[in-house]
């Protein structure tokens, strides 16, 4: 992973400390991240990426103590989880202290909590010597960005500094896990796979959030993670009849001999590092759509299906 000198994170976290928004690299995407105790600079990012407030935001750590610090329990499947899996792209829902602002949280009285792995975001951390509030550094429903430059295309000025630290290698969001109640529940599918995680602890049930009010997690909503051009989900290569597109071939050849075709890689964790990157390259093209050669529906597979199914909503 790409470092950087320590007086441009130190610039980075000074503009922190002063209420100021800085997009960041992580392993999974890269963030937009605000001092997760200030309510002011936490309300630009909802500002900015124009996210309803009904979206809570994950907490940025660089230790287990900083997370211990922010929750108000921190049961011991938490601390198995955290042992195995942080730094890495994994987030612990649980109780939070008083001292996370209602806004981070869409007044929920829980907090998402995730220590990153790469080196640049935990430097920041650690500079900063605040937790980061901190979504993925597009607008909202948007495609999340996976570089420095799909940062710049798609926020512009509206962010007072970029971190450049390479392309992302996970490349798509952190699994969120709740650890409220007495079963462990998968609010998002993500980074670390479910069986990784039952491995671990045992079963892990799935949310069917349905409320009209503030969701337990980010990446909730119906439609997320989307190109500004249509997205078609096929089988089989069957791709639309009319107009131009781009085919992201995963196995099928398309349907249509006359649309460029974009390979994906032949498994799930190459296919999410790279799903991003290649949605944003087909939508550059400003085509009718882009179709995409289902994987398969395999666990290993849940991430990316739930991805591209809200992309496509």
């Known amino acids: 992973m790409t ?72 049961p011991e499947v938490a601390a198995r989880l955290a042992r195995r899996f942080w730094p890495g792209p994994l987030t612990l829902v649980l109780e939070k202290r008083p001292a996370i602002p209602s806004i981070v949280t869409a007044g929920l009285s829980t907090v998402g909590l995730r220590m990153p792995a790469h080196p640049i975001a935990l430097a920041l951390i650690r500079a900063a010597g605040v937790p980061l509030a901190a979504p993925s550094a597009n607008r909202f429903t948007q495609l999340s960005p996976t570089t420095a430059d799909h940062v710049r295309q798609g926020l512009g000025a509206d962010v007072d500094l970029i971190l450049d630290g390479g392309p992302c290698e996970v490349g798509i969001e952190s699994t969120v896990v709740s650890l ?36 337990p997690a980010p990446g909730m909503h119906p439609r997320h993670y989307s190109p500004r051009t249509r997205l078609v989900l096929v089988k089989n290569g069957n791709v639309p009849n009319v107009g131009s597109g781009t085919y992201l071939q995963y196995q099928h050849t398309p349907s249509r001999s006359d649309i460029p075709v974009m390979q994906m890689p032949p498994t799930a964790a190459e296919y999410a590092a790279k799903i991003y990157t290649k949605l944003h390259e087909a939508d550059a093209a400003a085509q009718d759509w882009i179709a995409v050669d289902l994987p398969p529906e395999t666990p290993d597979w849940e991430a990316i299906h739930d991805r591209l199914n809200r992309a496509a909503t």
């Open 3 to 74: 470092t950087l000198p320590t007086a441009e994170i130190e610039a980075a976290a000074r503009l922190l400390r002063a209420g100021r928004l800085v997009a960041f690299p992580t392993e999974t995407v890269y963030g937009l991240g605000a001092n997760a105790l200030d309510p002011e600079a936490v309300a630009r990012i909802y500002a900015v990426k124009g996210r309803p407030l009904a979206s809570p935001l994950i907490v940025h750590v660089d230790s287990i103590a900083m997370a211990q610090s922010l929750s108000a329990s921190w």
């Open 180 to 215: 409220i109640g007495s079963a462990a529940v998968l609010l998002r599918p993500g980074g670390v796979a479910r069986a990784e995680i039952e491995a671990l602890i045992g079963p892990v049930t799935t949310s069917a959030d349905t409320s009209a009010g503030a969701h």
